[in-house]
Nanobody, 124 residues
């Protein structure tokens, strides 16, 4: 089993920044990826960003490219999502998740373990 705990969400004005944290504990993986997804009220859960366990590969949704940066610290078992130039449409609950080696990185169905989420609200 893997336990994931997100933090760092909050209320910020448009144009501001937030940094999300996801601390993983339990089973470790040598392949696969850790991803960030978000879900706004009444909408489906959408891919935001992901980073491979090795850190060699990174993926971003087009909507966040150039504004968000995903990174990881293996020594701390932590994945970060630095969010800059935030927009009201970035408002959502943000989840981190673990994907085993197989599966499409962009699809939430490929991820086996999920955190409980952290709320990000961007005011206009």
């Amino acid at each position: 089993q893997v336990q994931l705990l997100e933090s760092g969400g909050g209320l910020v004005q448009a144009g501001g920044s937030l940094r999300l944290y996801c601390v993983a504990s339990g089973r470790t993986f040598s392949s696969g990826a850790m991803g960030w997804f978000r879900q706004a009220p009444g909408k489906e859960r959408n891919f935001v960003a992901a980073i491979s366990w090795s850190g060699d590969y990174i993926w971003y949704a087009d909507s966040v490219k150039g504004r968000f940066t995903v990174s990881k610290d293996n020594a701390k078992n932590t994945v970060y999502l630095q969010m800059n130039s935030l927009k009201p449409e970035d408002t959502a609950v943000y989840y981190c998740a673990v994907k085993p080696a197989i599966g499409n990185t962009y699809l939430y169905t490929s991820y086996a373990y999920w955190g409980h989420g952290t709320q990000v609200t961007v005011s206009s």
